[in-house]
T-cell receptor, first 116, second 110 residues
Framework: GAGVSQTPSNKVTEKGKYVELRCDPI?????LYWYRQSLGQGPEFLIY????????DSGLPNDRFFAVRPEGSVSTLKIQRTERGDSAVYLC??????????????FGPGTRLTVL | QKEVEQDPGPLSVPEGAIVSLNCTYS??????FMWYRQYSRKGPELLMY????GNKEDGRFTAQVDKSSKYISLFIRDSQPSDSATYLC??????????FGTGTSLTVIP
């Protein structure tokens, strides 16, 4: 596909459950970002991958959140013991290179997570 | 204090009006300044970016950055109903993190 895709588009879960959110970046993009966007707010940085490694995970709110990108392409954001406060849209973005200069981030449509 | 502050809106203007959207920031290390447009239930899409201070024009859109005042603006001329969306400013220093404003919801009334 031409753009960033995210699955599922919507996820409803119960408090305490485990969820996985998937991101398929644009082919060839080495940089991948996860953001969380709460209602009425702008995207909030969670984690940045350069290739397979998490170059910056300082935005992850606590140890219930974890993300992987084992082959340097698809990434999965994992949330354990979900809480109602985790309800938000989780956005993924990819770009063609790292932090030197400016490289446009292309965003996916997001996964809307609702924790009941 | 948040890294980036954005006028909350919402903003409603008649078709053809000039729209002014603004953000202020506190981190003097920011070097890249972006404006994104986000339609409902979609991801943000980049409208314009500016490196350091100055103006940049692209069609009906003009971005301005005043680093001395830590203030950025986006102007939309001859606004159209299709411009109705949420506009997000974003900033970055040399690091990895992009800092976004809260977004301003714009409605252009035909």
């Amino acid at each position: 596909g031409a753009g960033v895709s995210q699955t599922p588009s919507n996820k409803v879960t119960e408090k305490g459950k485990y969820v996985e959110l998937r991101c398929d970046p644009i082919s060839g993009h080495t940089a991948l970002y996860w953001y969380r966007q709460s209602l009425g707010q702008g995207p909030e940085f969670l984690i940045y991958f350069q290739g397979t490694g998490a170059a910056d995970d300082s935005g992850l709110p606590n140890d219930r959140f974890f993300a992987v990108r084992p082959e340097g392409s698809v990434s999965t954001l994992k949330i354990q013991r979900t809480e109602r406060g985790d309800s938000a849209v989780y956005l993924c973005a990819s770009s063609s290179a790292g932090t030197s200069g400016y490289n446009e981030q292309f965003f996916g449509p997001g996964t809307r997570l609702t924790v009941l | 204090q948040k890294e980036v502050e954005q006028d909350p809106g919402p903003l409603s203007v008649p078709e053809g009006a000039i729209v002014s959207l603004n953000c202020t920031y506190s981190n003097s290390a920011f070097q890249y300044f972006m404006w994104y447009r986000q339609y409902s239930r979609k991801g943000p899409e980049l409208l314009m970016y500016t490196y350091s201070s100055g103006n940049k024009e692209d069609g009906r859109f003009t971005a301005q950055v005043d680093k001395s005042s830590k203030y950025i603006s986006l102007f939309i001329r001859d606004s159209q109903p299709s411009d109705s969306a949420t506009y997000l400013c974003a900033m970055r220093s040399t690091g990895n993190q992009f800092y976004f404003g809260t977004g301003t919801s714009l409605t252009v009334i035909p």
